[in-house]
T-cell receptor, first 113, second 112 residues
């Protein structure tokens, strides 16, 4: 059984740029959720994808967008980066939205300068 | 939307003592309450969860209690060990893993 993986591990971007983060879900999981974890804080729910459709969204502006592919891997895109976007971005996969444990990936550390 | 508050923010105990972390939530529709442990530089891992139709759940040294009327739930760790040292997060959601809201975390230190 393959675990949740994310790439890249670390990333440094300049304010105003765009970034794409990637997540491969655990084998057999069709649901991926994305979270933003600022230093010293709990994860904040960005959105969830289920069978290639957005299935819920937290309080994040439209410049945060995502995709899910037929193999259930997912991307998080952030446009017009701001300094406050600096955080650890975690994805988590689960068997489906309604049941089963969600497993987190190791995260991508994004620094915006 | 849901708001989850967690206390205390830091907790230090002696090895062998018990530790209790408390959370409150605001959305009465929430019915799934997981607890995650995050060691330094690592991913959050689920340690125990409870659903609203259950008042208490126990797994070895870890237990969780839920009071739906008061909208609060607690994590209890007995016979603490140094390897229990980590940041613990409570969370709440209406639909299992969707739109899960986390508390700010409790940094637990177990002193040998």
């Amino acid at each position: 059984e393959t675990g949740v993986t994310q790439s890249p591990t670390h990333l440094i971007k300049t304010r105003g740029q765009q970034v794409t983060l990637r997540c491969s879900s655990q084998s057999g999981h069709n649901t991926v959720s994305w979270y933003q974890q600022a230093l010293g804080q709990g994860p904040q729910f960005i959105f969830q994808y289920y069978r290639e459709e957005e299935n819920g969204r937290g309080n994040f502006p439209p410049r945060f967008s995502g995709l899910q592919f037929p193999n259930y891997s997912s991307e998080l895109n952030v446009n017009a980066l701001e300094l406050d976007d600096s955080a650890l971005y975690l994805c988590a996969s689960s068997p489906n939205p309604r049941e089963g444990e969600q497993y987190f990936g190791p995260g991508t550390r994004l620094t915006v300068t | 939307g849901e708001n989850v508050e967690q206390h205390p923010s830091t907790l230090s105990v002696q090895e062998g003592d018990s530790a209790v972390i408390k959370c409150t939530y605001s959305d009465s529709a929430s019915n799934y309450f997981p607890w995650y442990k995050q060691e330094l530089g690592k991913r959050p891992q689920l340690i125990i969860d409870i659903r609203s139709n259950v008042g208490e759940k126990k797994d070895q040294r870890i237990a969780v209690t839920l009071n739906k009327t008061a909208k609060h739930f607690s994590l209890h760790i007995t016979e603490t060990q140094p390897e229990d040292s980590a940041v613990y997060f409570c969370a709440a959601s209406v639909y299992n893993n969707n739109d899960m809201r986390f508390g700010a975390g409790t940094r637990l230190t177990v002193k040998p």
